[in-house]
């Protein structure tokens, strides 16, 4: 991540300081490049520390910027320790499918199909490759202007844009945006779900709202390529350090009268450290569905900012609306390791791999006095010494 990643690093502390950051609008011009390779050159006038100093707010705010709830006389909770699910009894008991999907079912008046589940390329913890910053939310692509309907019951504790103050690693980062405070609590945890990049807003803050009731439409306000629907939950803490991955409180699907289900776990090694970005292989056995699909998953990105496993989980990755049925499970670091699941309806089923690190990750191409193959591999019997192939620079 490189730079890039240190000014994050420097936000993130930033944002830890206080339920709210002001930090100025350089850093978020700089966070809208999101090319791997930026490097961040501190504006002139200002040193890095000076830009990214927090300011909490200790006092009202500017009546005209936009607000959320105070929370500045509590210390932040530390959740307190728990032992990690181990099989699905438990995780089922720990289930909390409290949420309706955020976007509606169904077309729209023009007949546009409106996208009700979860963006598989950038899941929660997700990296995209090394692309992007480990993400906070999921995402459900729809074209600007779809409507964005309440998960859940609670109260609008913000509408509006984060000019001013910042929700996500800086301001102007989500755009316009709603968050609910649930009228439910988890554990005595706030509950927060976040709608991010809308194009407009139709609440207002202290509004309440029920399930199913319309927030805004859809947009690409804030560092989004293209227009999508950016959602969070976030527990505790209204922070963008305290988020939790919403695939663990949407209702899984139910089709043709299936309820799905939803599949989590862990990939620890033998001291019970979670393992970040190893892909977890689901395969179908014998499902109910006409149309079984392997799954591969990665494990959550490691990031300063923190991605966080469920509260009595802790799990390192999460996928939901799973057919119920038999699977195989498998993760690959030094060896296979393979264990099979079964996912039963409207439940959350729950695996644990304890597995050996895996190797150093590859780096990228080295500089090296070798000559680069095209070929990656050279299968048995074939030419031993193969012309290394030029390749021309225009
Ligand atoms: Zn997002």
Request: aromatic share 6%.
């Amino acid at each position: 991540m490189g730079s890039l990643g240190g000014l994050l690093a420097l936000a993130a502390v930033a944002a830890c300081n206080g339920p709210a950051v002001i930090v100025g609008p350089a850093t978020a011009a700089v966070i809208n490049t999101r090319a791997p390779q930026a490097t961040w050159t501190p504006a002139l006038s200002l040193t890095p520390a000076d830009e990214l100093t927090s300011t909490p707010l200790a006092g009202p705010l500017p009546t005209s910027g936009p607000t959320i709830t105070p929370r500045a006389t509590r210390a932040p909770t530390e959740p307190p320790p728990v032992t990690p699910c181990a099989d699905s009894a438990c995780a089922v008991a720990a289930q909390h499918f409290w949420l309706a999907r955020p976007i509606p079912s169904g077309t729209s008046a023009a007949g546009r199909v409106y996208v009700d589940y979860v963006d598989r390329s950038y899941p929660y913890g997700s990296t995209q490759n090394d692309a992007r910053e480990p993400h906070h939310g999921v995402e459900f692509f729809n074209g600007s202007g779809t409507p964005i309907i309440a998960a859940g019951a609670g109260t609008v504790v913000m509408a509006g844009d984060d000019q001013v103050v910042a929700f996500g690693p800086s301001t102007q980062f989500y755009g316009r945006l709603v968050v609910v405070e649930l009228d439910q609590t988890y554990a005595g945890q706030h509950v927060f779900t976040l709608y991010g990049h809308m194009q407009s807003v139709s609440v207002a803050i202290g509004e309440h709202v029920e399930a199913g009731d319309a927030l805004g439409l859809v947009g690409s306000t804030g560092v989004a390529i293209g227009p999508h629907l950016h959602f969070e939950v976030r527990v505790g803490e209204n922070l963008y350090t305290a988020t939790r991955n919403p695939e663990l409180w949407l209702t899984p699907y139910t089709v043709d009268g299936t309820l799905y289900g939803t599949i989590a776990g862990r990939v620890v090694d033998p001291q019970g450290n979670r393992l970040p970005e190893v892909t977890v292989a689901i395969r179908p056995v014998n499902t109910q569905t006409d149309k079984p699909r392997n799954r591969f998953v990665l494990t959550y990105a490691a990031d300063p900012q923190q991605i966080n496993g469920d509260d009595r989980l802790q799990e390192n990755f999460a996928i939901m609306d799973m057919p119920p049925g038999l699977y195989s499970v498998s993760v690959s670091t030094t060896k296979l390791y393979q264990q099979t699941l079964t996912v039963r309806p409207g439940e959350l089923a729950f695996i644990t791999f304890v597995v050996n690190p895996p190797g150093p990750r590859p780096t990228a191409a080295p500089v090296s006095d070798t000559p680069v193959l095209t070929e990656s591999a050279t299968p048995e019997g074939a030419d031993e010494t193969p012309t290394p192939e030029i390749v021309a620079t225009p």
